[in-house]
C-alpha cells in the first residue's frame, strides 16, 4: 500500500461543519479526541504535534508571519478551515476576543440580572449560526412566555383635546 501523505492524513481527519454567520464556507472541524487542552486541534507530523489549524493555513496560504497569532474568524477553535483563519497581531486578537459575541459567552448575568452561571437556568443550543453553542437565560424565557399569556389591556381612550376658542379680530 502507498504511504499517504501528511496531506492527505490531515485531509481525512476534518469534517465540514455548518457555516458560520458572515463566512461563506463550513468549518472544517477537527476530531473531538485530538485536541489540546484549549481546544484546539492538533496534527502529529515529523515526529511531534503541532496545532492543526496553523499547520492547516501554513500548507494552503503559507507561513504564518513572525510574531501573528491565527484568529478564528468563526470562533471554532477546533476548526481547520484555512479560509476562517486570520493572522492578526496578539493585540488584535486579545481585543476581538472582547467583541459582542466573545464577551456574551462570558457574562455571567443576563440583561435581568439572572444568573448565567448556574447550568439549570442556561439553555445552551447549537443553530448552525453558532457552531460553538449559544447561551439562553430560561428565567427571561419563562417571563416572555408569562407576559404574552396575560390578557392585553384594552386601550385607554383619548381625551378630546380642548378646544380653544377663537378670537375674534375686533
Ligand atoms: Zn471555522
Ligand atoms: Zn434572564
Known amino acids: 500500500m502507498a504511504r499517504i501523505s501528511p496531506a ?3 485531509a481525512a481527519k476534518a469534517t465540514p461543519g455548518p457555516v458560520p454567520a458572515g463566512l461563506a464556507t463550513p468549518c472544517q472541524l477537527w476530531p473531538e479526541a485530538s485536541l489540546d487542552r484549549d481546544g484546539y486541534g492538533r496534527f502529529w507530523i ?3 504535534y503541532v496545532p492543526a489549524h496553523r499547520y492547516a493555513y501554513e500548507q494552503t496560504r503559507g507561513p504564518i508571519p513572525a510574531g501573528l497569532e491565527l484568529d478564528h474568524l468563526c470562533t471554532v477553535r477546533r476548526c481547520v478551515a484555512n479560509d476562517h483563519l486570520d493572522p492578526v497581531d496578539h493585540r488584535t486578537n486579545v481585543l476581538r476576543s472582547n467583541g459582542p459575541a466573545a464577551v456574551n459567552a462570558r457574562r455571567t448575568k443576563c440583561k435581568a440580572d439572572h444568573d448565567l452561571t448556574d447550568p439549570a437556568n442556561v439553555h445552551v443550543s ?3 449560526s453558532h457552531p460553538n453553542g449559544m447561551r439562553k437565560c430560561r428565567a427571561c424565557a419563562h ?4 407576559r404574552t399569556r396575560e390578557p392585553q389591556l384594552a386601550p385607554v381612550a383619548t381625551l378630546p383635546t380642548r378646544t380653544t376658542p377663537e378670537r375674534t379680530a375686533a
Not at 417571563?143 to 408569562?146: E, L, N, T
Open 8 to 10: 492527505e492524513r490531515f
Open 46 to 48: 515529523d515526529g511531534r
Open 126 to 128: 447549537f443553530p448552525p
Open 143 to 146: 417571563d416572555r412566555a408569562r
